[in-house]
């Protein structure tokens, strides 16, 4: 019975395999937007796919980031300046995209641009805070893919949307969660609209990964300037030494889980974008697959516990 149940397995594997390993013809036809290309994911991604001969569009925040990412690439890939959270800036792409792809229409936009900032727990921070990550990481999202959409469905293509396992669970205050969480709930309502278009949608859920967004240099100076500005009473509560001891966490625990191979990610969005048959959902980063998946299917209870006996205390806890 256990072989029988073993082959089923293997059987369904080698099929899945199978299926997904098929390609979109003429890519060298097809047009791809990037947001977020200065570094990390959105950067590899967009050099990887100008390899694979793709019409590369790499929307870039900063002169810099368009300009590196020229000397690297060739005369194939666009680079241009894309601000996610300046509505007039997204429009004016998206109608240069639409004079670019003619009548083809626009095969793929990937909603890569994101940022992991300002991060703490939920009482050191101001609703400011929460609407600036949301206005990147989820109002950027929902703007740009609505300027392209009607390209998108002329094409009958792809939409790959940047969100995180922690969309899936959330082990930390602040907005991060909250935005990721908002961009799980649009990519699976968009993918249930589009259906009907031919439209596929598919998002990206990866775990810890060394990029500028895990910076730890960047993120404790910005927990720093927050601490700096807390109530007294609010400092009283967590102690003169909290800090230092989220500090001392991030380097021991946060460098030793980012994951180096960026490869792993980029795999899963390039797939997403030119596989016959792509996945809803992509999970790349063993940390996402043998850790935050799984926990995000236990009941909040255990979940909760986990989290508190990792987590640090602080001085006026109760437990």
């Not at 395999?17 to 036809?29: I, T």
Request: charged share 25%; net charge positive; with cysteine.
């Amino acid at each position: 019975m256990l072989l029988y149940a073993l082959g089923l397995v293997l059987l369904w594997f080698l099929y899945r395999w199978f299926k997904e390993s098929k390609r979109v013809p003429n890519r060298e036809d097809k047009y791809v937007y990037i947001t977020g290309c200065d570094s990390g994911f959105g950067n590899l991604l967009a050099r990887h796919l100008d390899k694979l001969g793709y019409q590369v569009v790499a929307a870039c925040y900063t002169e810099k980031g368009e300009d590196e990412l020229k000397k690297s690439c060739s005369d194939r890939l666009m680079t241009t300046h894309l601000d996610v959270t300046d509505s007039d800036s997204v429009a004016k792409l998206a109608a240069l995209i639409k004079t670019l792809v003619g009548e083809k229409g626009l095969w793929a936009v990937v909603n890569n641009a994101g940022v992991a900032t300002p991060c703490g727990p939920t009482d050191w921070l101001t609703v400011e805070d929460y609407k600036s990550m949301l206005a990147v990481n989820l109002y950027g999202v929902i703007d740009v893919t609505l300027s392209v959409l009607p390209l998108i469905k002329k094409a009958k293509g792809r939409v790959v949307n940047m969100a995180s396992v922690y969309g899936r669970i959330t082990p930390i205050g602040g907005p991060y969660c909250i935005s990721k969480y908002g961009v799980e709930s649009f990519n699976d309502s968009l993918r249930l609209n589009m259906v009907p278009f031919g439209v596929k949608v598919s998002c990206i859920e990866p775990g810890f990964f060394k990029t500028n967004i895990t910076n730890t240099v960047v993120l404790k100076n910005t927990m720093m300037k927050i601490w700096d500005r807390l109530p007294q009473d609010v400092k009283d509560d967590y102690g003169s030494g909290y800090l230092e001891k989220i500090f001392e966490t991030m380097d021991k625990k946060l460098d030793k889980m980012l994951d180096r191979d960026l490869m792993k990610v980029v795999s899963c969005m390039e797939h997403a974008i030119s596989a016959l048959h792509p996945r809803t959902r992509y999970s790349p980063g063993w940390d996402a697959k043998l850790f935050w998946l799984p926990l995000s299917y236990l009941p909040t209870c255990i979940t909760d516990r986990i989290f508190l006996n990792r987590g640090l205390k602080p001085k006026a806890s109760v437990q």
